[in-house]
């Protein structure tokens, strides 16, 4: 099956040059980002971004730490505009579970993308608080669980299988750490990967022989000695 490419982005100047890439279905920001992309207000920021993305999907996330305050950002940020998707946590800095919010916001069929999301177990919890016609992406941080030691491939593998009774579900490898990922995350069957610019780049440019590599390394090798005028 094919996988959509989303980047994962909120610098508004890697906004406007990768949202003219064919490969590029969509936009990822989050708090973090926006904050690294100097961000001073969130609303007037997102509606900068929106003024380049009017048509790709694109997620933005509510920072709120209680329900009823998440579902009021929501709220907000669906305003903004149609190709939005309202970004929510799976659970709160105190490890509450986001049901409430995700139920509220699914039942006023509000696009959402539940983020920080890392077992199977919480992309069931999720399941049984959503309709089968709102869209709903589930990201599941493959690259920081991989960064813990753990292997994130067996909860993408259930959480696939269970998704597939829901065909307004799509399931997102986030958190990639390497142009691999993108081939891992095609052949489990996930529906989208979330990938930064860099790593788009890589990825546009597969289909190079090992043989090539080899070649490439050992030149790259050469050089470097070459300029550093190593003997021995």
Not at 96 to 115: A, D, H, P, Q, W
Not at 149 to 156: A, L, M, T
Not at 161 to 177: C, D, G, P, Q, Y
Request: hydrophobic letters at 40%; one cysteine or more; glycine letters at 4%.
């Amino acid at each position: 099956m094919s996988i959509k490419i989303f980047c994962d982005i909120a610098d508004l100047d890697l906004i406007k040059k990768f949202n003219k890439i064919k490969i590029v279905k969509g936009f990822t920001t989050n708090p973090s980002l926006m904050r690294k992309a100097g961000a001073k207000d969130y609303k007037s920021y997102s509606k900068k971004i929106l003024s380049v993305c009017k048509i790709k999907p694109i997620s933005f996330e509510v920072f709120a730490d209680d329900q009823k305050a998440m579902i009021n950002q929501a709220l907000k940020i669906n305003g903004w505009g149609k190709n939005i998707y309202v970004k929510v946590p799976v659970v709160n800095s105190r490890n509450k579970f986001s049901g409430k919010v995700i139920r509220e916001l699914n039942s006023r069929n509000i696009k959402l993308n539940i983020t920080a999301v890392y077992t199977a177990n919480q992309t069931k919890k999720i399941l049984n608080k959503i309709n089968k016609k709102t869209k709903v992406i589930i990201s599941i941080f493959a690259g920081r669980a991989g960064d813990a030691g753990k292997d994130p491939v067996p909860e993408f593998t259930k959480s696939i299988k269970m998704a597939k009774k829901f065909k307004n579900v799509e399931i997102l490898w986030a958190s990639v750490r390497e142009p691999y990922n993108y081939t891992q995350a095609k052949q489990l069957g996930c529906h989208i990967i979330t990938i930064p610019p860099s790593i788009i780049e890589k990825i546009e440019k597969f289909g190079k022989s090992y043989q090539n590599l080899t070649t490439e390394t050992v030149k790259a090798f050469l050089i470097d000695s070459n300029k550093s005028k190593f003997k021995i």
